[in-house]
Every structure is written in C-alpha cells, then in structure tokens.
C-alpha cells in the first residue's frame, strides 16, 4: 500500500480532535485507501491515532490484536484504545522512541539506516516465537486470497510495480501458484518497507510499526519487500547493505516470488 506525508492540508476526523482534548495535532502520514494518522502532542505523552475509513476498518481491527500479542516480545507500539464509529475506525497507540528510516535525517544517511533496518529485521524475527504466535502470513493463504479478489474483479495490473505489468492476471497467480520452499520460518511483520522501522539517535533499530499482517510464514516474506522498499526509498544498490545487516545471503528466486506475491495483496 503507497503511503507518505501528506501534501495537503487534513481535517482531522473528530475522533482524532476528541483524542487530542486541545493538545496539538499534526497529520504524518496518508495512504492510498484513505487512512490517516496523526500524531498527537509532544514528549512525555505523545501517541498517534490511526484513522481509517469504515470500510477499511478490518485492518485496524487486525493490527490490535496483533499488538497485544507482539508488545510481549518485542519493541511495537502500546494500545491506548481502538474503536468505530459510522464515520470511521480508529486505533490509538502510544509513541516508540525514535524517528522513521525515511525520516530527513535517516535519508541522508542511507547507510547506517539501510543496515539498521535489516539487523531490526532480523532482530523482529529472532525474538517473536513462531511455536506462539496466532496469526499466518502463509504463501499459500495470500495466493487463495489473490484468486479470491481476482475472481472479484479486484485486482488492478496497473497498480502493480513496473517489473510486473507486462503480466496478465492470470500469468502472475500462475507465477505464484507455487511457492518456493520455506527457508526460515519466522514470525514476519507483514509490511516490512523502510518507513515501519524506527531509528534511535545513534542509528540502531528502536522499534516496528504497522503491524496489520503480522504472521508466520518464511523469512523472505519479508526480506523481498525490505529490500525493494531499500531502493524505493533510498535509491538503487542498497540490498546487499539490507541483507548484510539481517546477516544473510541473497536469494534471487525467493525474491522475485514474494515482491510478486506483494505486488498482488489488498
């Protein structure tokens, strides 16, 4: 899902003001489907609410279960309170230390952030128990979950990265209809771009945000993403910098597989 700060001015929902109760608030980030967060206030007590229109509202009810259960084992956010109304869902969780991988700061140094997010990913990895874990983020579960849209007339070709377009709908759940072996079987975080990884001062991971697909499935689940979201946001030749800091060989195969795979998820 394309998100970034917004180019606009944003009204913030009153669910958003209500949180607020006067404190200042400011709109950080804005995705394609619609969904808003703000942050709200400044240290001590700061937090951000997440807004997401109503029918969006499955992905907020699934990222706080999936909060409850990670915040045990590694550094997510904390849930303040999660909610809906008839205008809208709602998701309140308090603030991490650290500022975004693609904050101005972190661009500018795009080594240090790059190796970072890889040695946070891997960190998220070793410390979330697969045995425990209630959630699935399986192969073959999105690939039935692709058919399911497609046969829903929901998937779009034109919304799929450049290096896929050339493919019908058919010709890419084709592709996918067989996924590669499992290497490493973790718990992944499920949108493993650069902007979801938190950098403290002194450029190590603090901490993982959006966490709405968090489950089981293998490694490169989300080292594909990682590693293209590495270009993406901090230009070409950065996944090896990536992978050198999760501490792993590339995999061109399982790669390839799951940035196609991502390419036709919700």
Request: aromatic share 8%.
């Amino acid at each position: 899902m394309l998100a970034s700060e917004p180019e606009r001015d944003v009204t913030p929902p009153d669910i958003v003001l209500d949180v607020a109760a006067g404190r200042s608030t400011r709109a950080v980030w804005e995705n394609e489907i619609g969904g808003l967060t703000f942050e709200i206030s400044r240290e001590p007590d700061r937090v951000f609410v997440k807004w997401y229109p109503s029918n969006e509202r499955w992905r907020l009810d699934a990222e706080a279960v999936r909060l409850l259960w990670a915040v045990q084992f590694t550094a997510v956010p904390e849930l303040v309170d999660a909610g809906a109304d008839a205008t809208g869902a709602w998701l309140v969780t308090r603030a991490l230390q650290g500022d975004s991988a693609v904050s101005t700061h972190w661009k500018q140094e795009p080594r240090t952030a790059v190796q970072a997010i890889g040695a946070g990913l891997r960190a998220l990895h070793d410390a979330l128990p697969v045995t425990s874990c209630p959630f699935s983020w399986s192969a073959n579960a999105r690939v039935d979950d692709a058919r399911k849209r497609a046969g829903d007339e929901r998937l779009d070709p034109r919304q799929w990265h450049e290096i896929h377009r050339h493919l019908t709908i058919d010709d890419a759940l084709r592709a996918v209809a067989e996924p590669p072996s499992t290497d490493r079987l973790v718990v992944c975080h499920g949108d493993a771009c650069a902007p979801n990884t938190l950098l403290s001062a002194d450029g190590h991971c603090s901490g993982h945000v959006d966490l709405d697909s968090l489950g089981v499935a293998d490694a490169w689940a989300d080292l594909a993403v990682a590693t293209w979201s590495a270009e993406w946001n901090y230009g070409a030749g950065w996944e090896p910098t990536l992978l050198d800091g999760y501490r792993i060989d590339p995999d061109p195969e399982r790669s390839s597989y799951y940035r196609l795979l991502w390419d036709l998820g919700p």
